[in-house]
């Protein structure tokens, strides 16, 4: 782990878990004087989802965290909704999840909060059904960053492709309207091929495929998620013989989302041009802090926090949004970036 990483985990931890710091670790969540937390992975299909799942299990390591074992759901709300379940009967005081699909799992939160067993909801907000704290970034700042970014390169004119995520998801939902908003208020030149996916890679190299014989001079890509879309992407590119560096005349610029090691590396081989770093290591860090805290019963109020995001109000509880920034060639190798530290440990 990236010893910034490892540093603030343990100051946040010894703050504000005092207590929670002098026990014992039990994985098997039978340790009688720390409350168990459970957690749920929601996929193995995704770069960016496999290193989330990585930072977990350093932190629980790093914080001494009595956990439960973790489950995965596989992009299926049916198998969380059950992962759920065991987590009630084995004796959860607080569980960590993802939900992909934000709108059936309503039923399971207000079963929870009925068994007052508060949940954090990492990097998607649910609809509806209470959270204790939601820990994502302001996914709504991803559109009209890659928007804004799009619009500057391209001069204001020409044809972009946008592979939009899940549309039931609300990542998918504000990720795209930003985006649409942002591109008919400042840059209503540039013509927006909305491509729904949800988040498939295959299909959207598929759509891709199709919308470049149709407009074979679209010299722009919106990926609202690299660590499903950035491979298959550059394999199709690179078969089409556009896979040209910034400068070249059949050169498409491309902005992705999730900053991973493998988007990082693109962006140094010229092979696309940005990303918005979805910090993975916070993701996972605050997840398990927050967890640790509702567990202890403790509360928090919206406002500004010491590590520089911002603690909204939403309809069910409270949303802590972490800073995301924007990467290009100019500080890709920037040491502080999540995905220059996971890959360094390779």
Not at 6 to 25: E, I, N, S, Y
Not at 190 to 214: F, H, R
Request: glycine letters at 8%; hydrophobic letters at 35%; charged letters at 25%.
């Amino acid at each position: 782990m990236k010893p910034r990483h490892a540093r603030a985990l343990a100051a946040v931890t010894g703050a504000m878990l005092l207590a929670a710091a002098t026990t014992a670790c039990n994985r098997d969540g039978n340790d009688g004087d720390k409350p168990s937390i459970g957690i749920d992975l929601p996929r193995a299909d995704s770069d960016f989802w496999n290193a989330y799942a990585e930072y977990i299990k350093s932190d629980i390591k790093a914080g001494d965290l009595n956990t439960l074992p973790i489950s995965n759901s596989q992009n299926d709300v049916t198998k969380l909704i059950s992962n759920v379940q065991v987590m009630e009967q084995t004796g959860a005081k607080a569980v960590v999840m993802a939900p992909q699909d934000t709108g059936a799992i309503a039923s399971t939160l207000d079963r929870l909060a009925g068994k007052d067993i508060p949940v954090v909801s990492v990097d998607t907000r649910p609809d509806k059904g209470d959270v204790y704290m939601v820990v994502r970034a302001d996914n709504k700042a991803y559109g009209t960053k890659s928007c804004e970014y799009l619009g500057k390169q391209l001069g204001g004119k020409g044809k972009v492709a946008e592979f939009q995520g899940d549309l039931t998801s609300i990542n998918g939902r504000e990720r795209s309207e930003a985006f649409a908003s942002c591109m008919k208020k400042k840059f209503p030149k540039i013509k927006v091929y909305e491509l729904p996916t949800n988040w498939d890679g295959a299909v959207a190299s598929s759509k891709l495929q199709t919308l470049l014989s149709q407009h074979p001079d679209l010299n722009g890509i919106y990926m609202q998620a690299g660590g499903v879309f950035l491979q298959p992407t550059l394999s199709l590119l690179r078969q089409k013989g556009l896979l040209e560096p910034p400068g070249d005349k059949k050169h498409i610029t491309i902005i992705s989302n999730d900053g991973i090691p493998q988007e990082f590396d693109a962006i140094r081989k010229g092979e696309i041009d940005a990303t918005i770093s979805q910090p993975a290591d916070l993701y996972s860090k605050y997840a398990l802090f927050y967890a640790q805290a509702a567990a202890d019963g403790k509360t928090f109020k919206p406002g500004p926090t010491d590590h520089g995001s911002n603690i909204i109000k939403i309809p069910n509880g409270l949303e802590d949004q972490l800073p995301a920034p924007l990467v290009t060639k100019a500080n890709v190798d920037d040491k502080e970036l999540w995905g220059n530290a996971i890959d360094s440990k390779k």
